[in-house]
């Protein structure tokens, strides 16, 4: 059973299709520079940074912590969308929980196997929205869309949310990503077209 997550748009904006998007059917592909190999017997997911407890977990230890399944719109900073996508994977929060987030903490950093990383501030994190996945409708993710495990983010456009994603960093300040570094928008609002710094 899913969760409908698609009206959170009535926080930021009165239209659920963010302006300057146009709504597609299509998944398109887009990564910073192509699709990393990774391997199932290898592959390790880490949480370090300003938490009571370092993790690391394997890809099956990962799929035993506790999921749900939602229905979220995903938009990207190209200017499409694509409504109802059925992700299944672990909140950001439930994640949090287990690591134990010092007080001190006030800012995330998302680390993926192709180098990418990406900033949002805590706050922004804790959402029951803000998810780790690895299904996509219901199927294990592809890879070239950030299988084995991505983050999606879908009340900031999508370069938030990391492909790939293999580690969280707790920050005590806040630092830039790879596109926020390169010009793209700190905070990301497809409500306000925060596209560009």
Not at 3 to 30: I, N
Not at 102 to 130: I, K, Q, S
Not at 145 to 162: D, I, N, S
Request: glycine share 8%.
């Amino acid at each position: 059973m899913s969760k409908d997550v698609t009206g959170l748009y009535r926080e930021f904006g009165s239209d659920r299709l963010p302006p300057g998007q146009r709504e597609t059917s299509r998944f398109p592909v887009l990564s910073k520079s192509g699709t990393p190999s990774w391997d199932p017997q290898s592959w390790a997911f880490e949480v370090w940074g300003a938490v009571e407890e370092e993790l690391t977990f394997s890809y099956e230890e990962f799929q035993d912590i506790p999921a749900e399944t939602q229905l979220q719109d995903f938009h990207c900073v190209t200017g499409w969308s694509k409504f109802d996508c059925e992700f299944t994977g672990v909140t950001f929060p439930t994640l949090a929980e287990l690591a134990g987030v010092r007080d001190d903490a006030v800012h995330v950093m998302f680390h993926a196997l192709d180098g990418y990383t990406t900033n949002l501030p805590l706050e922004d994190c804790m959402r029951e929205e803000v998810m780790f996945v690895y299904e996509y409708d219901g199927e294990p993710l592809p890879s070239d869309h950030g299988g084995p495990l991505r983050v999606v983010t879908p009340h900031k456009y999508a370069y938030k949310g990391a492909k790939w994603v293999s580690g969280v960093e707790f920050l005590t300040e806040p630092e830039r990503g790879y596109w926020e570094k390169r010009g793209y928008s700190n905070t990301a609002n497809p409500w306000n077209e925060e596209r560009y710094s």
